[in-house]
């Protein structure tokens, strides 16, 4: 068992380019998360799903997309890279909705510093 | 913004002594969890407690909940260097299946 793996760890862009976080989890969970990680902000969701096919914007997703075409990936998409996206950003994925929301368990991170 | 507080920052003890770290929130929630994160790595899960629970233990920690302030603490009792790490609380609002995190509170262990 894997649980969440994210790829790349560290990654270092030009502003302006595109490129994907990619996150997989092999617990056949319903949920999985984007967020990102700054000094002293804590983590602040980017976007979420619910499932296959849904997804929605968290607090930040302003310069991110994602898709969900199947249970196990989630990647995310910086659009136009820009200096303030360099973050660590961590994927995590839960088995559980609504009242029954459970626990997150949550990648190592991928480090992303724009130039 | 939704993201809830944490305090304090940051905390500082010697081996023994009980650590007490406080959250708090804004939205009404479904439950509130604890998270661990040790430096440079991805959080762990510690404890959850529902909206419905107002105390959870679980080995050294000790969970309260009082929704009607909208905050919760944290207890670790007789803290151990291993304890050295950050922790984030995180609610899940109700009617959602967003997790919001609070800012974290550092804390270290002196051996």
């Known amino acids: 068992n894997a649980g969440v793996t994210q790829t790349p760890k560290f990654q270092v862009l030009k502003t302006g380019q595109s490129m994907t976080l990619q996150c997989a989890q092999d617990m056949n969970h319903e949920y999985m998360s984007w967020y990102r990680q700054d000094p002293g902000m804590g983590l602040r969701l980017i976007h979420y799903?619910?499932?296959?096919?849904?997804?929605d914007q968290g607090e930040v997703p302003n310069g991110y997309n994602v898709s969900r075409s199947t249970t196990e990936d989630f990647p995310l998409r910086l659009l136009s890279a820009a200096p303030s996206q360099t973050s660590v950003y961590f994927c995590?994925?839960?088995?559980?909705?609504?009242?029954?929301?459970?626990?997150?368990?949550f990648g190592e991170g991928s480090r992303l510093t724009v130039l | 913004s939704q993201q809830g507080e944490e305090d304090p920052q940051a905390l500082s003890i010697q081996e023994g002594e009980n650590a007490t770290m406080n959250c708090s929130y804004k939205?009404?929630?479904?439950?509130l969890q604890w998270y661990r994160q040790n430096s440079g790595r991805g959080l762990v899960h510690l404890i959850l407690i529902r909206s419905n629970e107002r105390e959870k233990h679980s080995g050294r920690l000790r969970v309260t909940l009082d929704t009607s302030k909208k905050s919760s603490s944290l207890l670790i009792t007789a803290s151990r260097a291993a304890d050295t790490a950050s922790y984030f609380c995180?609610?899940?609002?109700?009617?959602?299946?967003?997790?919001?995190f609070g800012t974290g509170t550092r804390l270290k262990v002196l051996a």
């Open positions: 799903s619910v499932g296959a096919g849904i997804t």
């Open positions: 995180a609610t899940v609002t109700a009617g959602t299946y967003k997790y919001i």
């Open positions: 995590a994925s839960s088995y559980g909705q609504g009242r029954n929301t459970g626990e997150l368990f």
């Open positions: 939205t009404s929630i479904n439950n």
